[in-house]
């Protein structure tokens, strides 16, 4: 007897196994059919077949023969590249294993090639104004995957980006950059071009390069007056009163939280004559000025333009400036406990707001003015030489006047 374990033991028939494959080199694109063969051919049982990274099927034999075919592609089953594949027939009560090897070579596949072409809605155009980049894979519709749109090297940000029916659109108000704060580019021409990245079946391929002219937008400018008395947009002013000039540029859309802001400088007029130059600061300048000599002033502002917006002339806006014509007091001289009456005349007739203050002595009686004249009486001044000056006060109680009119009196008290 023989014991098991010793080194001429051996149970069951021995066999010998063959693997062909039907594919050598693969395309990449197929199933390889791989043969194998257990003699003799009464062998049963399963045969397992394997690469370098696990088992990829198992079967059982038929006549000692099986068939069994795995597919390859350059994202699952066999992927490019050499395999070691391996047959192992697992025996059976009546016959021994055995295995067998082959060198399996899969290359990439042979991709159909594609055409991307690319167009877009509207160039030139202008800051802020849609504009659709429209990308086609030929041949349609096929291809599947997806298309990149690129400004230069720079990705731009569509909402688009996978094939449907052979096309991908991208719509966009500006020439938005991924990967930054979206902010539209400068007017100017720009190089557009579109990516496809190709499938497991098509190639990729890049379009035409588009040209896109991007215009400056139209620009937009306003004058505004503001004082004290007249408040927003006033008309008038006294001489020496502090008048605002407030200029805003801007373009049909703007927003002050908009990516695109006007630069450049603004000048103001007074009919031909240059008041003042500014530059802008967030869309906007102030003039202040209180040197306006008396009369009617035709006021309009003009805005020099830069690369994105275009130059703009706000309307006319008139603002009078006017000086009363006297100061008065009655009786002067006057007694003790007597009333007496001071009289500013010469305010015109559109002047409706604010306040005359007589200034007696420091202190200030501020009385609603009114055309064409504005009086005040008082009987509480006592004996000696008093010193009264006028002006103007936007409220009653405002402890320095808007302006001070040349005038003066003395009051003397018997």
């Known amino acids: 007897l023989i014991s098991s374990g010793e080194p001429t033991c051996s149970f069951g028939a021995p066999t010998t196994i063959s693997l062909v494959s039907g594919a050598n080199p693969a395309s990449g694109v197929e199933a390889i059919e791989f043969s194998v063969t257990v003699s003799p051919s009464s062998a049963t049982g399963l045969v397992t077949l394997s690469d370098d990274q696990g088992t990829l099927m198992i079967s059982t034999l038929v006549a000692g023969k099986v068939s069994l075919p795995v597919y390859s592609s350059p994202s699952g089953g066999l992927t490019t590249g050499t395999h070691t594949i391996t047959a192992t027939y697992n025996g059976s009560a009546t016959y021994q294993g055995s295995s067998a090897t082959v060198n399996q070579s899969v290359q990439n596949p042979a991709l159909a090639p594609t055409t991307t072409t690319l167009t877009s809605s509207v160039s030139p155009s202008s800051i802020g104004q849609e504009m659709t980049f429209t ?3 030929s041949p ?7 298309v990149t749109f690129y400004l230069g090297d720079q990705t731009l940000n569509c909402a688009g980006y996978y094939l449907t029916q052979g096309k991908v659109i991208c719509s966009t108000f500006g020439l938005w950059v991924s990967g930054s ?3 539209p580019f400068a007017a100017g021409t720009y190089t557009i071009k579109a990516v496809y990245s190709g499938d497991s079946s098509y190639a990729s391929s890049s379009s035409n390069l588009v040209t896109q002219v991007i215009n400056p937008v139209t620009g937009l400018i306003s004058l505004n007056t503001w004082s004290y008395r007249g408040g927003t947009g006033a008309s008038e002013a006294a001489l020496g009163e502090q008048v605002s000039l407030s200029v805003t540029v801007g373009y049909p859309g703007f927003s002050p939280g908009s990516s695109v802001v006007p630069t450049g400088t603004v000048t103001i007029y007074d009919g031909t004559a240059v008041l003042a130059t500014l530059q802008l600061s967030s869309a906007g300048a102030l003039l202040i000025t209180s040197t306006l000599p008396v009369g009617t002033h035709v006021l309009k502002a ?32 006057s007694s003790v406990g007597q009333t007496v009456t001071f009289t500013l005349c010469g305010v015109p007739s559109n002047v409706t707001k ?31 030489s008093h010193s009264v ?18 005038f003066s009196i003395i009051q003397v008290v018997n």
């Open 135 to 137: 990308a086609t894979v």
């Open 140 to 146: 349609c519709c096929l291809p599947t995957g997806g």
């Open 181 to 183: 704060p979206q902010v």
């Open 302 to 333: 003009t805005y020099s333009g830069d690369t994105n917006v275009g130059a703009a002339s706000s309307s006319t806006l008139t603002v009078t400036i006017w000086n009363p014509s006297s100061f008065t007091s009655t009786p002067n001289p």
């Open 354 to 384: 604010g306040y005359v203050a007589f200034i007696i002595d420091g202190l200030a009686s501020p009385v609603s003015i009114s055309s064409p004249c504005t009086s005040d009486s008082v009987n509480w001044l006592i004996k000696g």
């Open 389 to 406: 000056k006028v002006g103007l006060d936007d409220i009653p109680d405002r402890t320095v006047t808007t302006v001070s009119f040349p």
